[in-house]
T-cell receptor, first 114, second 122 residues
Framework: AQSVTQPDIHITVSEGASLELRCNYS??????LFWYVQSPGQGLQLLLK??????LVQGIKGFEAEFKRSQSSFNLRKPSVHWSDAAEYFC????????????FGAGTRLAVHP | GAGVSQSPSNKVTEKGKDVELRCDPI?????LYWYRQSLGQGLEFLIY????????KSGLPSDRFSAERTGGSVSTLTIQRTQQEDSAVYLC????????????????????FGEGSRLTVL
């Protein structure tokens, strides 16, 4: 069955520290890959996406993610976290054909200490 | 407005009552999606509309759930005889269709989400 796993439910980092949020997927073929962020009381916002090409993808707000086919992973990274990055982060996949019927992971809640 | 608009933002209802949730997509977006975000369940797909095509209803959890999209724009999600387990945030998203666009280029069909309607069933 198609699924997305985000192993870390909750992560706490200090402001200025680096961040890596893990995402693994189980899919019949390499899907399209996405990271979304949801800040308190707000809708989901797309951070970045991978469709093809360079496996290191740059997104908004200084985030990047690397697609590793051999590990079925699409981990999200940021070199230096800001307090405003505190939010919930969702990894998602969509099939290559058809439409963006997103399958989401359970999310990782990020807390940032000053 | 510029974004996806959902109403009401909050709805409290009694078990057994029917509720309607509305979604106004971004103008020009042909695709519309409904998702449900429950505590401990994450985000689950409910239904997808694309233009005049038959919707993909494969995610609707029971026959108490239905949705329609009138005139290819506004959508209404209806939950009949609500149950406590229906309590969740219902998210709507819209997008352009994925694929090649007139004038060149390819659209990846990025979803734009509304802020959601929080439903509480007492």
């Amino acid at each position: 069955a198609q699924s997305v796993t985000q192993p870390d439910i909750h992560i706490t980092v200090s402001e200025g520290a680096s961040l890596e949020l893990r995402c693994n997927y189980s899919y019949g073929a390499t899907p399209y890959l996405f990271w979304y962020v949801q800040s308190p009381g707000q809708g989901l916002q797309l951070l970045l996406k991978y469709f093809s090409g360079d496996t290191l993808v740059q997104g908004i707000k200084g985030f990047e993610a690397e697609f590793k086919r051999s590990q079925s992973s699409f981990n999200l990274r940021k070199p230096s976290v800001h307090w405003s990055d505190a939010a919930e982060y969702f990894c998602a996949v969509a099939p290559l054909r058809g439409y963006n019927k997103l399958i989401f992971g359970a999310g990782t809640r990020l807390a940032v200490h000053p | 407005g510029a974004g996806v608009s959902q109403s009401p933002s909050n709805k409290v209802t009694e078990k057994g009552k029917d509720v309607e949730l509305r979604c106004d997509p971004i103008s020009g977006h042909t695709a519309l999606y409904w998702y449900r975000q429950s505590l401990g369940q994450g985000l689950e797909f409910l239904i997808y509309f694309q233009g005049n095509s038959a919707p993909d209803k494969s995610g609707l959890p029971s026959d108490r759930f239905s949705a329609e999209r009138t005139g290819g724009s506004v959508s209404t999600l209806t939950i009949q005889r609500t149950q406590q387990e229906d309590s969740a945030v219902y998210l709507c998203a819209s997008s352009l269709a994925r694929g090649r666009q007139r004038g060149g280029g390819t659209n990846t069909g990025e979803l734009f989400f509304g802020e959601g309607s929080r439903l509480t069933v007492l």
